[in-house]
């Protein structure tokens, strides 16, 4: 399941192909996927000019010339895929259509952008852009990570007096937005927090910690990205995945990476999902 980091770099990925052009018309291959798409989704796209690529939370928004924005969001295992662009570096053919390519975008440029998605658990809505705030999807997601809005008076105040552990806080969207359950083990790691401490009984100063180290994992895992992914794809075409080193996460049993540390990475189950964790430097 992407989590933040792939999402931006599936964005960063399509960015040159898709922002500030043009989409010729668009293949809406079946109904629906987590939800239906809306009304005549193939139609109101075409010709639409692509003003701005922008990402909140997990979510991708293309914000076109028409004054709508598309929402695309990959759920499980949906992958994007691009074919035919314009750069020079990948030009290829443009591959044979497959069983789950759902929508395709085919732009003004020559860029074939296919979305992809075998289990459909990802979506796609189409909307007035000055109403997006208050779409469903969006409306309730707390601050960006790697924006203003997230800073340690934030999390302080929003922490407070929960005796949730710490790993659920962290996933709860509406305190931060697009965390995963692979970038909380690894930010509570780095600060060195244990998953299950209570939310509301870590020290304000342990707290405030947790931002510029959330910050900082994420920040990490999109440089990976951006280092391992040439112009963010793999040489097929993908966008956004790639081979990333994790200090806790599916390490149980391994030796702790901190400095000093003689400690093993353990793992528990939290709210029915795996935590990972160093059982002697994470209190
Ligand atoms: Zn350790």
């Not at 790639?242 to 353990?266: I, L, M, T, W």
């Amino acid at each position: 399941m992407p989590e933040l980091p792939e999402v931006e770099t599936v964005r960063r990925g399509l960015l040159p192909a898709m922002e500030s052009h043009v989409i010729a018309r668009a293949d809406v291959n079946r109904p629906d996927l987590r939800w239906p798409f809306p009304d005549r989704m193939a139609e109101r796209l075409t010709g639409q000019r692509v003003e701005r690529l922008r990402r909140r939370s997990k979510y991708i928004l293309a914000d076109l010339s028409g004054g709508e924005t598309l929402l695309m969001h990959l759920g499980m295992s949906g992958r994007i895929l691009i074919s035919g662009d314009p750069l020079g570096q990948f030009v290829r053919d443009h591959p044979a259509p497959e069983k789950h390519d759902h929508v395709v975008f085919h732009m003004k440029n020559g860029a074939r952008i296919i979305f992809n998605d075998p289990r459909r658990f990802g979506a796609m809505d189409l909307f007035e852009t000055a109403t997006a705030e208050a779409h469903p999807l969006l409306s309730a997601i707390g601050p960006e990570p790697l924006g203003n809005a997230f800073h340690e008076d934030h999390l302080i105040a929003a922490l407070r007096g929960r005796m949730t552990p710490i790993k659920s806080a962290l996933l709860d969207q509406k305190i931060v937005a697009g965390l995963g359950n692979i970038y909380v083990c690894e930010a509570l790691f780095r600060a060195g927090i244990h998953p299950v401490r209570k939310a509301g009984k870590i020290g304000r100063t342990r707290v405030a910690s947790l931002v510029p180290v959330i910050r900082a994992t994420l920040e990490d895992a999109i440089a990976a990205g951006g280092s391992s992914l040439r112009d963010y794809r793999r040489a097929d075409g993908e966008l956004g995945y790639f081979q990333h080193s994790f200090d806790v996460y599916g390490r149980e049993g391994a030796p702790c990476r901190r400095d000093g540390c003689n400690g093993k990475v353990r793992r528990i189950v939290q709210a029915g999902r795996s935590s990972f964790y160093c059982t002697a430097c994470q209190r």
